[in-house]
Nanobody
Framework: QVQLVESGGGLVQAGGSLRLSCAAS????????MGWFRQAPGKEREFVAA????????YYADSVKGRFTLSRDNAKNTLYLQMNSLKPEDTAVYTC??????????????????WGQGTQVTVSS
């Protein structure tokens, strides 16, 4: 199994940008579909973005389409989430997740069997 560690969160003003990273160690990163989820205080965890293990398909929640970009660097065993035009409603703990050879259902948290600890993103108005 892989182990996941997120970084890159912080405090940013509305309209600003952040890039989150999810570093993986353990088994071969390239064989894992990867996803980002977020959870705001008092709310359920929600899907943000995902990429298939083959890297040829990405998925985005409607709320982040056109603002967030997901990418992976298999040579560095790292997943990235570039977040632009951030809004206060993007404030949440962002967590990355991994699913071995995942292709389907990547917008569902039950698909994933490995999770990181999360990184806080706070967007001020």
């Amino acid at each position: 199994q892989v182990q996941l560690v997120e970084s890159g969160g912080g405090l940013v003003q509305a309209g600003g940008s952040l890039r989150l990273s999810c570093a993986a160690s353990g088994r071969t990163f390239s064989t894992y579909a990867m996803g980002w989820f977020r959870q705001a205080p008092g709310k359920e965890r929600e899907f943000v973005a995902a990429i298939s293990w083959s890297g040829d398909t990405t998925y985005y929640a409607d709320s982040v389409k056109g603002r967030f970009t997901l990418s992976r660097d298999n040579a560095k065993n790292t997943l990235y989430l570039q977040m632009n035009s951030l809004k206060p409603e993007d404030t949440a703990v962002y967590t990355c997740a991994a699913d071995f050879r995942g292709q389907y259902g990547l917008d569902l948290d039950r698909t994933y069997d490995t999770w990181g600890q999360g990184t806080q993103v706070t967007v001020s108005s």
